[in-house]
């Protein structure tokens, strides 16, 4: 059950509207379920609609008159309160209950108060009402009606529990403002997809994703095509901003402005200033000659946040409130990728980026938030440019896309964890839309994969399943009961033998980085985490790369441990060499 509360300065005309047949015909038998006193005139059921009408305008404002210059400007409270869908229909009777608890919780018409605020509750849809009130009390002062917002959920939430209704994720005050409906009609109206507020506040996330300072944030929204105005001090410091869209304007011709604050709380100046100076960790350009595979910006930059992520997800995993920076820096991450990813791919990242938003707030605060890596990570996307989704971009896509479904399902469970029910089901949400995206940009170098995993001689895959079965004698199943087809992963070990790898070290190093238990797939993880630790291409049709001799050891449990740590700071993936292997023992 959902309520929605606003207000406004013209009885009359809310009641037309609710009263009227709507925007697109949709309000049927729109008739009263409620009232201050039970005996308020009905527009619904009389014959003559229009004078009844007036009449219960004039009993509503009736004390706003007495009160003069003392009613606020804005006296009409307006609360709908909507039933989720698939909820059983509710009747006129329990509908009036519902908004008696209402106007009551929120302090309008306290139970057993006479001086209540007037209030009415109007039906005419099947799921829903609006509650109409006038905010002056019968002694002419005004009611208090402090946090009414949160007062009117957790009143629901109580409604939905007794009355066997679908319980909804209780919010906690750190979501981002909802349209209006007149933003959204204003949107249908005009033909646009979102309403601006929308559209704006995914501008102003992705314009901060990466950004270096204050200057570059700006600039990035200039370039976007939005208006930008900036409140400056006399000292000529930015005291804060606001945002427009391009011909989006009000009934007077001017422009509609909105403050960053006013689009999602962490988006006011003084929210992003803090984030900027986190700063970025300067990374140094790898290059073939020393060792390392030189490719594209792109794919280059996708493979260093894999690594990123990678440590994102183990912090999180450790249950401490200081990783709550790190959804922060996952959510800026998601954003540069969205914004820089194949076409192919790029409906499903947006809409796991938007999604994600939401986790990225919460009342949990960290002491020691350091998000310099990941930022780093986001920036270098975007400067990188777009991939191009073909070859060796488009396998790193999915190399990062498949890390981050399970970075969001491990931030879910870190949110669960503290009771934060939005939030953990926005990252839930924010993986579904990742796994789509991954399973387009996987479908290529997976299929290559899985040929050439066939194709392998039967003594080579007899060795590698056998290398596999004792890594991971319980993966035999995915999720769904279904045997694991494992012909991309041999594939892999066979293709990091041929580059100089031991490939039973090497899986064990990739089982080791973090727990698989979060994973749809585990083969797919693992071709994943594997081609980044070798440096093999992402994209299968390329020709590996031999590392040169003695450049980088096997790693110890030790070391290997002391690698994922510095991830933050320098993420190079190891490369194992037989050769530097320490004897079995």
């Known amino acids: 059950m959902v309520p929605d509360i606003g207000r406004g300065s013209r009885t009359h005309g809310l009641l037309v509207y609710l009263y009227g047949p709507g925007r697109r015909e949709e309000h049927t038998d729109a008739h009263l379920v409620g009232s201050w006193d039970g005996f308020a005139p009905d527009p619904g059921r009389d014959t003559d609609p229009q004078v009844t009408l007036a009449r219960l305008t004039a009993a509503l404002d009736l004390r706003v008159k007495q009160a003069g210059d003392r009613a606020p400007t804005k006296h009409v409270w307006h609360c709908s309160v909507r039933t989720a869908p698939g909820d059983r229909r509710l009747s006129d009777e329990e509908w009036n209950a519902v908004a008696q608890r209402i106007v009551h919780a929120t302090g309008i018409a306290p139970d057993g108060d006479p001086d209540g605020c007037r209030w009415i509750a109007v039906r005419h849809a099947e799921d829903h009402i609006h509650i109409v009130a006038t905010l002056v009390r019968g002694d002419l002062r005004n009611p208090r009606l402090n946090y009414d917002f949160n007062k009117a959920q957790a009143v629901c939430r109580r409604i939905e529990e007794e009355m066997g209704l ?76 606001k945002v427009a869209l391009p011909g989006d304007r009000n009934r007077h011709g001017e422009p509609v402005w909105y403050p960053g604050s006013k689009l999602a709380p962490d988006l006011s100046l003084p929210k992003i200033r803090l ?166 940009a996987a479908a290529t170098p997976m299929r290559v994969l899985h040929d050439q995993g066939r194709a392998l001689p039967e003594a080579r895959r007899r060795t590698y399943e056998a290398t596999l079965r004792a890594a991971l004698p319980e993966q035999g199943e995915r999720a769904d009961g279904r045997p694991r087809n494992t012909d991309a992963l041999l594939a892999t070990l066979a293709q990091a033998e041929q580059a100089g790898h031991d490939p039973e070290a090497l899986l064990q190093q990739a089982i080791e980085v973090r727990d698989l238990d979060t994973a749809e797939d585990v083969n797919d993880v693992l071709v994943w985490r594997l081609r980044w630790i070798a440096q093999l291409p992402a994209h299968p049709g390329e020709a590996p790369r031999r590392p040169q001799a003695g450049t980088r050891p096997t790693k110890t449990s030790a070391n290997r441990t002391c690698e994922r740590n510095a991830l933050t700071a320098a993420p190079r993936p190891a490369v194992t060499d037989p050769r530097s292997r320490p004897p079995r023992r």
Not at 210 to 218: I, L, M, R, T, Y
Not at 223 to 237: F, I, M, Q, Y
Not at 347 to 370: C, G, I, P, Y
Request: net charge positive; no cysteine.
């Open 275 to 440: 984030r900027l100076a986190d700063g970025t960790t300067e990374r140094a350009t790898p290059s073939a000659a020393d060792g390392r595979p030189d490719w594209s910006p792109p794919a280059r930059e996708r493979r260093s946040a894999t690594g990123i992520a990678e440590h994102a997800a183990v912090l999180l995993d450790g249950d401490d409130d200081e990783a709550a920076a790190q959804l922060v820096g996952v959510g800026e991450l998601l954003d540069a990728v969205a914004q820089t990813s194949p076409v192919a791919t790029r409906a499903e990242l947006a809409a796991a980026a938007r999604a994600f938003e939401r986790a990225t707030r919460s009342h949990v605060r960290a002491e020691r938030a350091d998000t310099r890596a990941l930022r780093s990570a986001a920036r270098g996307i975007v400067q990188a440019g777009g991939a191009l989704g073909r070859g060796e971009d488009g396998g790193t896509t999915a190399m990062l896309v498949s890390t981050l479904v399970l970075v969001t399902l491990v931030a879910a469970r870190w949110h669960s964890a503290r009771g934060h029910a939005q939030q953990a089901h926005a990252s839930r949400q924010a993986a579904e839309y990742l796994r789509i995206a991954y399973r387009q």
């Open 166 to 241: 679908r319980r909804l994720n209780a919010g906690d005050g750190t979501a981002a403002k909802n349209p209006t409906s007149a933003e959204k009609f204003k949107a249908e109206r005009t033909g646009r997809p979102e309403t601006s507020r929308e559209t704006l506040r995914e501008a102003v996330r992705q314009a901060v994703a990466g950004a270096g300072d204050e200057n570059e944030f700006f600039t990035r929204l200039r370039e976007t095509g939005l208006r930008v105005k900036v409140r400056h001090a006399p000292s000529g410091d930015a005291l804060g901003y």
